[in-house]
Nanobody
Framework: QVQLVESGGGLVQAGGSLRLSCAAS????????MGWFRQAPGKEREFVAT????????YYADSVKGRFTISRDSAKNTVYLLMNSLKPEDTAVYYC???????????????????WGQGTQVTVSS
């Protein structure tokens, strides 16, 4: 059974940085794609970033492009989301997700992912 455990959330001032981690276990992830999503109160879950585990090809939502960086460490089975220049509108619960890679297209919809972590809260104060 795939397990995803996020960590690294917290309270930060606008303009600051945080690095989220997602520790993955239960499978060999070489043929998986990993994603980060976020959900603010009263809003739908939205795509943030995705990366293929094997090739490291990454894709970002326009709202975070240039500020956030997704990466993976295969030796540690961990995916990271480095968030710089944080804004109050980045406040949300951030979720890590995993899916078996079966398409050449980037996975940007929640329904494309099979496994989810429990989420970690990120709060950006103005």
């Amino acid at each position: 059974q795939v397990q995803l455990v996020e960590s690294g959330g917290g309270l930060v001032q606008a303009g600051g940085s945080l690095r989220l981690s997602c520790a993955a276990s239960g499978r060999t992830f070489s043929n998986y794609v990993m994603g980060w999503f976020r959900q603010a109160p009263g809003k739908e879950r939205e795509f943030v970033a995705t990366i293929t585990w094997s090739g490291g090809s990454a894709y970002y939502a326009d709202s975070v492009k240039g500020r956030f960086t997704i990466s993976r460490d295969s030796a540690k089975n961990t995916v990271y989301l480095l968030m710089n220049s944080l804004k109050p509108e980045d406040t949300a619960v951030y979720y890590c997700a995993a899916a078996v890679l079966s398409s050449s297209r980037y996975y940007t919809r929640p329904d494309q992912y099979n496994y989810w972590g429990q989420g970690t809260q990120v709060t950006v104060s103005s």
